[in-house]
Structure formats: structure tokens, C-alpha cells
């Protein structure tokens, strides 16, 4: 271990000009991860850089930017959000039936949002005001999501064909290519593109967004500077619900139906990608547009496994596990030598403290 | 009667009691009757399903006792299932004692090997528990579908199934197979000092290294526990039902959340440093019986979640603080608190 954090000592001394910071390291190698994968593609399968295959991939993965949007949000925090998946499944399952009975579709659209909400709200009550730990929070709120959707229908539910909803998923060409090969792009799109962009403004340019990374770092802290800590917690929540609400509009306008069972597993792509995209799972250290990479990350190595043929579909998880597992260790490894000076300072005030201790007693 | 009220495993055998009572209300046949040489109904039924998510949650205990979390359990049940089952398979004749018990052992090394993975990345390189588990439990199902090669493979084997279908004079052998093992669990961590290590290592690593624990040793071993017993649950489970099912709804699926909800009914707290394994065994029951409850009162299976949810959301309200200071007057509250706190000082540095 000492020889380790030798070595890496050296590097940082080594590139004084350096100044980005070591928590980025994890996201460059998440956006590097996804160039090479785009141009190993490209260069094995071939039309990986093409319009068509951007718009699909865009197309397919504009829910799960959405709930990895909402995931960062409550990992910076150090906490997690595990109830996302169910909840996009409730949220859209009660909305397509709230459609069926023929409630207006934009009434039904902003309760399919609002139910996330609710869920955000119940999750964050029961960490701020019953210190449940965010974990065991989470998990009942899946519970109870799942568990509803469940009464609700257990037989898939579509929208309605004629539904103006549907218009949400519906193509915008922007460039028309030769055959096929247009550039298209839908609203459902544009709804990922401005949870994102709405999101990294919050993070980066406001109070809200300084004391959610402040409570990562460390709750206590954050609360002794004055911070409205449990106000910020509840809002995380709200805002990762909200998001679950959202990508479920998302997901079942791209595919016109809805289903309880939809969704299952999905918040572990979300915290996936998350953590392939640098933020770090104890919390404090991140970026928002890192998650969105690790999105396409997942997202492009679908696409080449569908590609290659030959891997077999139950090969995909053991792939995702391995690249969440390199990235995991990556991060251990920038944490070991950045967190090792902290760790000693806080050993050589632990000395003081004790040599202080006797004089005082 | 305020100790009482205090007292989680109160509340949580008064759940288990009302579940039973409405199960019985709810059933017509004899809550136990004897037909065939088998003990049979309600309460026996409670038996013959505990096991596998009774020994899931008693490794469950021991790792969160740690501070530690394990979400590979299902997967691990399911990679051990599929590795016997995938045996028995290929194996010329499936139904021989032998053949049945090199299945059970091939389970066991592979659940081993799964869990002493987890262990190697959480004490020597030390990674979260919670993204190192998370990472098995991605692979895990896929390395299932791999063995069988995305079948339902189906054993074939009597022998094997007797496992978890088998009677011993009228008694289901599975659960008699769990107690013997709990017991021996129970043994090892009460008899010995690794119950009070594993506690040290859950309150505070660096201090427990300091005073002489090896804090890595025993965070391997316990992942390794977990990952065998989790091998032991994927046994009892794919023998109950002669196949196993490798799809991501099969056979062990969800089941860590069921083993993580028991430990924390039984009052285990998961922020480790205390366990409670007959509490955990409660737990187990608990959700045994709530999946039965749910059953007999003609809700549809899909529907138990969110009684499980209103379930856990009912016993953590009970547990926070916040309603604590609504039993008791709040200073008498919080100098009971010390007490306790001081008692249990003083038990570690008896022990």
C-alpha cells in the first residue's frame, strides 16, 4: 500500500501544471471508455458513426439519462435512491389507466411526474425525519411502488393509439441522410437534454446545489456552517422521484405501453452509470455530465454486443459488472492517494488529542 | 413494561403473531394436521419456506454487523443452483446418493468462491461493500445463465430434492437442516471471540485493528460465510422445485431485499456493530409469513411488495427516535439511552 501511494505521489509531483482535479480522473476515463468504444466500434462493426445509430441510441437511452440525472443527485449526497425503477413503473402504469378512463392527456402526462414526486417526498420524510438510512428508505419506497403498480394492472396497459401523448416519442428529422440514415430527434429527447442541463446548472451555480455536495462531504459539517441540510436531503429526493416520474413519461411515450414489471433492475443501471461516470458512492465528489456519459457508456455496449452476435446476451451483465468493477477500483485507487494525506492529518490530530488528553484529565 | 415496549423483538414477535393468527383465521384445514406420514398445514408450510431465506439472512446479519451490505445473495443462490442442477444435468445417473451429494458440494465451493470474491475486494483492496456486491450480483445472474446456458436446467434427481422436500418423521428435512446450521453459526460466533470481532470491526475498523483484530481477516471471512450460505439458500430453494430458474424474475431474485428487510425486523441495525441472529430468525419468519398472509387473503402474489413496504416503513417509524421520545418523557428517555450505551461498554470490555 505505502509502495502505491510512493508511486502515485510521484505522478502528481511529477505534472505540476496539472490542475485538474484528481476526483475528475474517473469521468476522463469514462469519456475516453466511450470514444474507444465508438471507434473500436467503428473500426470492427462498422456505422457506428452514422446519424441513424446516434438517433437511436439517443432514442433508446433518454430515460435512463434521466434517472442517473436524479441518481447523482442523491449519491452525491452519500445516500442512494433504489425505489426509482418501481416508481417509473407505478408513475406509468397509473397514468396510462388515468389516460384509458379518458382524463386529458396532459393532466395525465403531469401525474405521471407528480407521482414520482410523491415518492421522492416519502422517501425523503422518512430519511430526514425518522433517520431511516437511505438505503432501507429507498427499498420500502420500491416496495410500495412495485407492490401498487402490481394492484394496479399486472397485464401490460397501452396508451390509447390516438393519445397526443404518443407525440411526445414522436421523430423530428434534423438531417436528412442518404437512405436511412437521417438525424432524428424526438421531444422525449429534448425533455433528457433539459433535465440535464437544468440539473448542472442547479449543482454548480447554486446554494441548493453547493450543500448537496456539502452533505457528502460531510453532513455534519454541513449543518455546523448553517446549511438547511435537512431541507437540501428532502429536496434530493424530490428531485430524484421527480425524475423517476419523468423518465417514466419518457420511456412509456417511447414505447406506448406501460406494465408493472417494467423498470425492474433499472435503478442499478442508473447507479451503474453513475459510478462508471465518476461520481463517487460515498458522496461529495462528481459530475452530472459524468453520469451522462456513463449512460452511453452502457448504452454503446449494448449496441455492440447486439452487434457482434456471437456474445451471448447473459455475457452483457458480466461485461457491465467487469467495467463497473475496473472503474470502482480506478476510483479506489485516485481515493488512496488523495485521501491518504487527510487520513494521516487526521492521525497526527488524533496524537495531539491524546497528548493533550492527560493534561487536561 | 417499558423495557417491553422498547424492545424491538417485542414488536416484531407480536407482527409474526398477528400474521399466524390472521393465516389461521383465514384457513380452513387443521392449522397442523398429519396426512401421508407428513406434517401438514399452515404453520408447517411456514416451515418448509423459511429455510432458504433464513440462512440468506443469517449471513446477511453477520455481514451487516460489519456496517458492511450483501445484494449478491440471490445471484449467488442462483449460480450454486444452476452449478448442481447444470450436474445433475450431465451427470449418467442423477438420482444416486453421490451424485446428489457431489451437487450439494459443487454448490457450496462455487457459493464459497463467489462470496470469498467479494470478500478479497472488500478487505484487501478495500472497496465499498455495497458497489463490490452489486457488481457480483450483475455478473452472478449472467455467469447463471452461462452455466446453463440460458435454460432452466431440471435435475431430475429425487435424492437431491429430498432436501428441501424430504420428511423426517413427518418433518420437513430443510428446516431441520437450516436450525442445525443456525446453530452452528450461533455457536461460532457466540462461543467464540469472532461474534465480538465482527461487532469491533462493525463499530470501528481502525480501532478494532488497534486492539489486535485483524479487521481484514474477519471481513473475508464474513463475505465468505455469506457467499456458502447463500449457496446453502440457492440448494434448499432449487430442490424444493427440482429446476432452477436462471432468468432475472428466477430462483433466488429479490431475495436480498427479503434477507436485508428480516435482519432489519430482528433489529439489527444496519449500521453495524450489533447483530442479533435470533432476532434475524424471527425476521425470516416474518417474511415467510407475510408472503403467506398475502396468499390467504386472496390478494394477488403480485400485490406483496407493498405490504412488505408498509411493513418496513411501520417497524423503522417504530424504531426512530422520534417516536421513542413519544413513549417516554424525553429526559427519562435519554439517560436510558446512556444506560444502555454504558452497559454495552462495558459487555465488550468484559468480553
Same mark, same amino acid.
Given at each position: ?115 414520482? #414526486? ?90 441548493? !446545489? ?108 458480466? +461485461?457491465? !459488472?467487469? +467495467? ?12 488512496? #492517494? ?24 | ?351
Amino acid at each position: 500500500m505505502s509502495s502505491d501511494t510512493k508511486v502515485a505521489k510521484q505522478k502528481t509531483t511529477s505534472k505540476p501544471g496539472f490542475r485538474v482535479s484528481r476526483t475528475t480522473y474517473p469521468t476522463i476515463a469514462a469519456v475516453v471508455l466511450l470514444v474507444i468504444l465508438l471507434v473500436g466500434g467503428q473500426l470492427i462493426y462498422g456505422k457506428i458513426f452514422a446519424w441513424n445509430t446516434f438517433s437511436s441510441l439517443l432514442h433508446n437511452n433518454a430515460y435512463l439519462v434521466i434517472l442517473a440525472v436524479g441518481m447523482t443527485f442523491a449519491i452525491l449526497t452519500g445516500g442512494i435512491d433504489l425505489s426509482v425503477g418501481a416508481v417509473l413503473a407505478f408513475a406509468s402504469v397509473s397514468g396510462v389507466l388515468l389516460l384509458q378512463a379518458g382524463v386529458p392527456w396532459p393532466l395525465a402526462a403531469v401525474s405521471i411526474v407528480l407521482i414520482g #414526486t410523491l415518492f421522492g417526498l416519502l422517501s425523503g420524510m422518512l430519511i430526514t425525519y425518522f433517520n431511516v438510512q437511505p438505503f432501507i428508505a429507498t427499498l420500502s419506497s420500491m416496495f410500495l411502488a412495485r407492490g401498487l403498480a402490481s394492484i394496479l394492472s399486472t397485464e401490460p396497459v397501452r396508451v390509447p393509439k390516438e393519445s397526443p401523448m404518443l407525440d411526445l416519442a414522436s421523430k423530428i428529422m434534423l438531417i436528412d441522410g442518404p437512405k436511412k440514415n437521417d438525424l432524428t430527434i424526438s421531444i422525449n429527447i429534448l425533455i433528457a437534454l433539459a433535465v440535464v442541463i437544468i440539473a448542472f446548472f442547479l449543482l454548480h451555480n447554486t446554494r441548493f !446545489g453547493r450543500t448537496v455536495y456539502g452533505l457528502g462531504g460531510s453532513e455534519q459539517s454541513t449543518e455546523l456552517m448553517g446549511l438547511p441540510a435537512n431541507k437540501t436531503k428532502i429536496l434530493v429526493y424530490l428531485v430524484s422521484g421527480t425524475c423517476a416520474g419523468l423518465a417514466g413519461l419518457v420511456y412509456t411515450t417511447t414505447v406506448g405501453n406501460a406494465q408493472n414489471i417494467t423498470g425492474v433492475g433499472w435503478e442499478l443501471d442508473a447507479i451503474a452509470a453513475v459510478i462508471i461516470g465518476g461520481t463517487l458512492l460515498t458522496g461529495g465528489a462528481g459530475y452530472v455530465l459524468g453520469s451522462v456519459a456513463g449512460v452511453f457508456v452502457l448504452g454503446v455496449l449494448k449496441l455492440l454486443i447486439t452487434r457482434d452476435g456471437n456474445v451471448p446476451a447473459a455475457a452483457t451483465t458480466i +461485461i457491465t !459488472g467487469a +467495467i463497473l468493477l475496473v472503474f470502482v477500483l480506478l476510483q479506489r485507487a485516485i481515493s488512496l #492517494t488523495g485521501g491518504e494525506r487527510g487520513s494521516e492529518a487526521a492521525a497526527s490530530e488524533i496524537e495531539k488529542e491524546q497528548e493533550k488528553a492527560p493534561a487536561l484529565s | 413494561m417499558k423495557k417491553l415496549l422498547r424492545n424491538q423483538l417485542f414488536w416484531a414477535s407480536l407482527v409474526l403473531i398477528v400474521l399466524v393468527a390472521v393465516v389461521l383465521l383465514n384457513n380452513q384445514s387443521a392449522s397442523i394436521g398429519f396426512s401421508n406420514g407428513k406434517l401438514t398445514g399452515p404453520i408447517i408450510d411456514l416451515f418448509i419456506f423459511v429455510p432458504p431465506i433464513l440462512m440468506i439472512a443469517v449471513g446477511m446479519t453477520l455481514v451487516i454487523a460489519t456496517s458492511g451490505i450483501d445484494l449478491s445473495v440471490g445471484s449467488v443462490m442462483a449460480v450454486a443452483g444452476a452449478v448442481s442442477m447444470q450436474f445433475l444435468v450431465n451427470s449418467a445417473n442423477p438420482d444416486t446418493p453421490g451424485a446428489a451429494l457431489i451437487a450439494v458440494l459443487l454448490a457450496l465451493v462455487v457459493g464459497l468462491a463467489c462470496g470469498m470474491f467479494s470478500g478479497f475486494l472488500v478487505s484487501v483492496i478495500k472497496l465499498q461493500p455495497f458497489i463490490t456486491t452489486l457488481i457480483m450480483m450483475l455478473a452472478g445472474r449472467g455467469i447463471a445463465n452461462m452455466i446453463t446456458g440460458g435454460k432452466n436446467a431440471a435435475g431430475n434427481s429425487p435424492a437431491f430434492n429430498w432436501i428441501s422436500q424430504g420428511r423426517v418423521l413427518g418433518f420437513p428435512v430443510g428446516f431441520l437442516l437450516a436450525l442445525a446450521i443456525l446453530l452452528i453459526v450461533v455457536l461460532l460466533v457466540r462461543k467464540t471471540a469472532l461474534g465480538m470481532s465482527i461487532e469491533a470491526v462493525g463499530i470501528n475498523p481502525r480501532a478494532a485493528e488497534m486492539a489486535g483484530i485483524r479487521s481484514g481477516r474477519i471481513l473475508f471471512m464474513v463475505y465468505a460465510l455469506s457467499g456458502l450460505l447463500a449457496a446453502v439458500a440457492g440448494v434448499f430453494s432449487v430442490a424444493y422445485i427440482g429446476t432452477v430458474e436462471v432468468s432475472s424474475s428466477g430462483t433466488g431474485s429479490g431475495m436480498e431485499m427479503d434477507a436485508i428487510l428480516a435482519v432489519v425486523i430482528g433489529g439489527t441495525s444496519l449500521a453495524g456493530g450489533k447483530f442479533n441472529l435470533a432476532g434475524t430468525t424471527l425476521g425470516a419468519f416474518i417474511i415467510t409469513a407475510l408472503n403467506q398472509v398475502v396468499v390467504y387473503l386472496g390478494v394477488s402474489s403480485a400485490a406483496v411488495p407493498a405490504f412488505k413496504a408498509l411493513v418496513i416503513i411501520f417497524i423503522c417509524i417504530l424504531q426512530s427516535d422520534r417516536i421513542h421520545g413519544w413513549f417516554s418523557r424525553p429526559d427519562l428517555g435519554q439517560s436510558d439511552d446512556k444506560k444502555s450505551a454504558d452497559s454495552d461498554k462495558a459487555k465488550v470490555v468484559a468480553a
